[in-house]
């Protein structure tokens, strides 16, 4: 019987596609001197796609008829159209819990650089300022904060969980209430916004919360706000933040993502007092290691047991 093949259309983990290589045939559109051609020639045969940070779009799932399932590399999905995929008979999985701690990890240290302004601290030792004066004390303290997540979910809690231990009071935002927390909940975002002063964004993107945090809610949060975008960066209208950040409507903010990545905009690398991170929220090498090996395990799982691991919520229970 001939082997599966495997398409990756952008460039994936060396642990993703050597593990893979080992059982099925790959096909990595990163090599390939004409990509339209290659996927032409192995469109028939491709019955998995292994992807990050690439669109999947409804046109890519229809080139290739016997596609069965698409391993996102990433908790996110929201470069592949899962809806499109479902009603087409694909199943996507994701890469969900792997990296919860990371990701919490990660977001914790971006909150203390911003409210600290720790790497404007260090620019200014490495740059032998230190001798001449003092670096200025920071204009405020996580100490006595009032914080707000937007978004509870498996990275939020994880989040929540290390903020209670810095004492701060806790609020949130989502659709849902999750009734086993201790958190206050607001089912309106604006209401969230004026009630703390420093807002921890971490829900999916996609067109559902496509600038959800604009400049109303920017205004809400007020002069002494603070707000750290660990999620994508779709969810934040960066030009409204831009703003806001240049007529001191907010304070500061620590990102992580952005609109348009890898592009930033100048206006915000000009800011010596924001904090911008090129999206390294999982970026361990264990974390990493952790998410390849579920990609590889959906894809291994589904041919060899006919069910993923990790199915996302709009692949049919029919086939999960
Ligand atoms: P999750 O468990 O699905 O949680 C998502 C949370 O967002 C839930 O509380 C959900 O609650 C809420 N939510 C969803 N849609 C919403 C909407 N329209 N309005 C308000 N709240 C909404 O996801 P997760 O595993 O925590 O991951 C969250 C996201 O973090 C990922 O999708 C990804 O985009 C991002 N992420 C970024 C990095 C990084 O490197 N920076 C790393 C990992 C993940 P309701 O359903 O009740 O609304
Ligand atoms: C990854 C992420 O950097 O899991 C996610 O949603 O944003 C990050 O963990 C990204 O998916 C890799 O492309």
Redesign the pocket.
């Known amino acids: 019987m001939t082997r599966p093949a495997i398409l990756a259309p952008a460039s994936m983990p060396s642990l993703v596609i050597d593990q893979l290589a080992s059982r099925y045939e790959v096909i990595e559109l990163a090599d390939a001197e004409d990509r339209a051609a290659t996927v032409r020639e192995c469109a028939g045969r491709v019955r998995a796609v292994v992807t990050q940070g690439t669109l999947i779009d409804r046109e890519f799932l229809q080139a290739l008829p016997n596609l069965q399932i698409v391993a996102n590399f ?3 999905y ?1 470069m592949v159209d899962a809806s499109a995929a479902a009603e087409l008979g694909i199943l996507v999985t994701n890469t ?1 819990d792997v ?2 701690e990371e ?1 919490a990890d ?1 977001t914790i240290g971006l909150l203390l650089m911003t409210i600290r302004q720790l790497s404007r601290a260090e620019r200014f030792l490495r740059a032998g300022l230190w001798s001449g004066e003092s670096f200025p004390l920071s204009p405020t303290s996580l100490q006595g904060r009032r914080v707000g997540l ?7 809690e994880a989040i929540a969980r290390r903020l209670q231990s810095f004492g701060v009071e806790l609020s949130y ?4 209430r ?1 009734t086993h927390l201790p958190y206050a909940y607001f089912d309106d ?1 604006l209401a969230l916004a004026a009630e703390v002063d420093t807002l921890v964004v ?4 996609g067109e ?2 496509h600038h ?1 945090i604009n400049q109303p809610v920017l205004a809400a949060l007020g002069q002494q706000g603070i707000l750290i975008n ?3 960066g779709s969810v934040v209208d960066e030009a409204a933040l831009i703003d806001a950040l240049h007529n001191g409507v907010i304070l500061s903010a620590g990102l ?2 952005f609109e348009h990545e890898p592009d930033v905009p100048q206006a915000l690398i000009d800011m010596d007092h924001v904090v911008l991170l090129p ?5 361990s090498r264990p974390t990493r290691n952790a998410m390849s090996q579920l990609v590889v395990d959906n894809v291994v799982s589904w041919f060899e047991h006919g069910k993923p691991l990790t199915p996302v919520a709009e692949t049919p229970h029919s086939a999960q």
Do not use: E, F, K, Y
């Open positions: 990433g908790v996110g929201d969900p990296l919860n990701v990660t937007v978004g509870m979910g498996r990275i939020g935002h989502a659709r849902h999750r975002l971490i829900v999916p993107g559902q919360t959800l660990v999620a994508r992580d993502v999206h390294v929220g999982s970026a």
